[in-house]
């Protein structure tokens, strides 16, 4: 990790920030549309995925400035993010099922320490693409095709992440092009997200979906 710069550390914060943004934003306008174990999920999901990313930022900038070297806060990242998008998923998918009251259970997430981030890896990556999905789905529904057309780059460019992540050879031209599509593809998922907010997703009811007012009791 000698190639790891200060600047290359800090810009590791913008697609956190991106994340951040856009969770916050879906979490204000779709809390009339879930019940309310799918709305933890979402609430959970999305502080794990912060929390992970976080957590791997704040290790490169320790390192960048040879303060220390911290590899719990790097090994964390995918038992975080991965079981964290799975989550987000899960929750965004019940908007789309007739919930029933009574056989609502609530999702839990292990995040036990594996030697193999592999399971997590698989878990992140489901997550991301499903959540993506529905929100392309979403954009559908309302017309808008600018944010599905945003959704759908926030995808290609994630397998992008996956594809880097397998040639990853810790160089300082490798960990560039890992952090511009990183941000490319949060950014193109912060842009799609604001867009369906401005558009009035508070207000938007899905296709399938039961009386939230009557599953929240």
């Known amino acids: 990790m000698n190639e790891l710069s200060v600047p290359m550390a800090i810009v590791d914060f913008i697609p956190v920030a991106f994340f951040f943004a856009a969770a916050v934003l879906l979490q204000r306008d779709l809390y009339n549309k879930m019940v309310k174990g799918a709305y933890a999920l979402l609430a959970a999901g999305s502080i794990m995925v912060f929390i992970g990313g976080l957590f791997k930022a704040g290790w490169k900038i320790l390192y960048a400035l040879r303060i220390c070297d911290y590899p719990l806060l790097e090994n964390s990242f995918f038992p975080l993010q991965g079981p964290g998008f799975m989550l987000v998923f899960l929750s965004m998918a019940g908007m789309f099922t007739p919930f029933n009251r009574e056989k609502t259970t609530l999702y839990s997430a292990a995040v036990p320490v594996y030697t193999s981030s592999l399971p997590f890896v698989i878990l992140q ?30 995808f290609f460019f994630m397998l992008g992440m996956g594809y880097l992540s397998a040639a990853f050879d810790d160089s300082a031209r490798m960990h560039w092009l890992a952090q511009g599509v990183n941000i490319i593809s949060q950014g193109a998922l912060l842009w799609g997200t604001v867009l369906l907010h401005r558009a009035g997703l508070a207000e938007w009811q899905p296709a399938v979906r039961r009386t939230v007012s009557q599953a929240r009791k």
């Open 125 to 154: 990556t489901i997550g991301c693409a499903g959540l993506q999905w529905i929100l392309f789905a979403v954009s559908v529904q309302m017309k808008r095709r600018a944010a599905a057309a945003l959704f759908v780059l926030s």
